[in-house]
């Protein structure tokens, strides 16, 4: 989701809490019309109904400072101030690593998320921090998901790894190294680097983004499926009430606040996410038929790529005297032929032209026209956006060679 997207959803909850506007916080990066925006900071931003709920009826308060020291429930600050009448302290903001963790494992380092660079031991944690433009979840559980199908992968088929490190894959990995001054272990990590991580194996391993690549729908059909909107809203209101109650019967005389959001706020979300990425959800999510066919292809998928995977070690087998695997070979063999047909060089090449078709082309280059066309989208929307499509095909219209005899 967009993060313009997201912090525009934030806008109510924010206004019925008093919190004021979620695009004035340090943290976040916009552009002056509020289209694009990056969230950057070394903590997690609030997300809870209840988180709110208390700030508006005065249960909570944020107060920025550190603690100097403590006396019989006081806080004692070091920007001058004091908390008093705190009878408990909780942490639970920020993450300090363990140093045992390091210990236990004797290493010194990370690469990408192995311990001192040894691909059996994955080592990963909740990553600290936020910095994104686009949000997939605030939760744990979908990252770890494609990480275990990930690195359950390379246990699997070794070979893949192998072959990925031979190309310089533990050259290309970030690296975290200890810390001590900032008490930092090697172990932990933020969020730019576990996506730093993840684009860089999968780049050398291209087989596990392929195992995921469903990931997004399966979530989506998911979610729908065992959260109906109808029933989801009802609860989030119930629980909303019931915090209300329990502060009243407190003691708190705030009055009644209504949950700031409706099915048809909900609808517009959609209706903007649909817009904005050339997109086509519901709120009431994929029909039974759709999820259906989806499965049916997530599954298929799965079992190609295990085929791929075991017939691979058996063709080479089977072809020991080949320099290389066997079977890409082949398919680079029958790749090049059909290419070769296709394109503008050589009758025997693949390439789109013959060097010396270049001079010509620079030639017809310096001469031609750049025209920039701006499309709402980002990079990954914009191959699928309506509005793409439509300035390439009338391109295309324009370019296309005159009809024989005409």
Known sequence: TPGALVLKMF???????????????????????????????????????????????????????????????????????????????????????????DKLHH?????????????????????????????????????????????????????????AEKAGLLQSLPVSKADEKADKPAYVTDVKYAMSAGIMLSAFCPMTARLTAFDGAYKHILFHQV?????????????????????KEQGCTHDYITYPYTKEMVKAYFDDYNASLGAAISIDGPGEAEAKELLKSVAKDERE??????????????????????????????????????????????????????????QWASAGKCVIEDIEADHAGIREHPAAIQKIYDLCVRKQAPRPGA
């Open 107 to 163: 290493q010194t380092q990370m690469s990408g998320m192995w311990c001192d660079g040894d691909w059996r031991r994955v080592l990963a944690i909740d990553p600290t921090g936020m910095n994104a433009a686009n949000f997939t979840t605030f939760s744990l559980g979908i990252g770890v998901h494609s990480n275990i199908k990930t690195y359950k992968f390379l246990h699997d088929f070794p070979e893949e790894y192998y072959k």
């Open 305 to 362: 790529v295990n085929a791929i995977m075991f017939t691979k070690p058996v063709s080479k087998a089977l072809h020991s005297y080949a320099h290389g695997d066997p079977t890409e070979l082949l398919q680079r063999s029958m790749a090049h032929a059909d290419r070769a047909k296709l394109t503008f060089s050589a009758a025997e090449s693949a390439m789109d032209f013959d060097l010396q078709q270049f001079d010509e082309w620079s």
């Open 227 to 247: 959260h109906k909107f109808d029933e989801y809203l009802e609860a989030c209101i119930a629980d909303w009430n019931r915090y209300q109650t329990m502060f």
């Open 11 to 101: 806008e109510p909850m924010y206004k019925a809490a008093g919190f004021g506007d979620p695009w004035g916080f340090w943290s976040v990066h916009a552009s002056a019309d509020r289209t694009r925006v990056n969230i950057i900071q070394n903590s997690r931003f609030g997300i809870g109904d209840v988180t709110f709920l208390a700030l508006a009826y005065g249960k909570l308060e944020y107060v920025e400072d550190t603690v100097k020291r403590m006396s019989r429930h006081t806080l004692h600050l070091n920007g001058g101030g004091k908390l008093e009448g705190v009878t408990s302290v909780i942490k639970s903001l920020g993450l300090m690593g363990d140093w045992a963790v």
